[in-house]
């Protein structure tokens, strides 16, 4: 799993948790509302008039009973890092989409081996081949070699084992050379590639 990728699933996890925590806080904030005690307005121009012969009748003050504030602030300071982790996280993603963008296509090579771009003009170095990017189409080539019996090649990218489906047969009479065609993938920027002459008599060279 990729830098972006990691970064993506924190930052899809800290939005729900903030939404989650904001919906929450709304929650409370209007239980709050409703647990505060409501006092009664007094104009002071009707009281009830005081019969000194009625017995006075003490009641107990009933104890009003306090909101408690405490899952309100705990919700505000959870919504705030949460939002806070967002926010970093989304900076990250940015900042390693970029760097990804920017880094240097590395070509490892086998001795022949050739890069041409779509044109088949020839990337010579890294240096050229900055100008790539994902989805691009590439031709990997391989020189033959005068006066043998090569019939193909087979060329092999990113990868430890040969396969049949790594022959091919496509062969440029101006330049050469055996060529496959590859299309940059999204997040490469290391091609390792080999490759082999196939001859008649002697089977694959080097092996």
Do not use: C
């Amino acid at each position: 799993m990729t830098l972006i990728n990691i970064l993506s699933s924190v930052n899809r996890i800290s939005i729900l948790a903030f939404f989650a925590i904001f919906a929450f806080l709304i929650y409370e904030i209007i239980l709050f509302r409703k647990q505060r005690p409501k006092i009664p307005k007094f104009d002071g121009k009707s009281l009830p008039s005081l019969d000194q012969s009625q017995n006075i009748v003490v009641e107990e003050k009933k104890t009003d009973l306090k909101p408690n504030m405490k899952p309100l602030v705990i919700s505000f300071l959870l919504m705030v890092i949460f939002g806070v982790v967002f926010l970093l996280t989304y900076s990250n993603i940015n900042k390693a989409k970029i760097e990804n963008n920017n880094n240097p296509f590395n070509f490892v090579t086998s001795k022949g081996i050739k890069i041409y771009d779509q044109s088949w003009q020839e990337l010579k170095n890294n240096l050229e081949a900055n100008k790539l990017k994902a989805g691009d189409r590439i031709f990997i080539g391989l020189e033959t070699i005068n006066e043998a019996d090569i019939d193909r090649a087979r060329i092999r990218v990113n990868e430890d084992q040969w396969q049949t489906e790594q022959i091919t047969t496509n062969f440029n009479k101006e330049k050469q050379l055996f060529y496959k065609e590859f299309f940059i993938g999204s997040g490469e920027s290391r091609l390792k590639i080999e490759a082999q002459l196939h001859s008649i008599n002697d089977g694959w060279l080097g092996e």
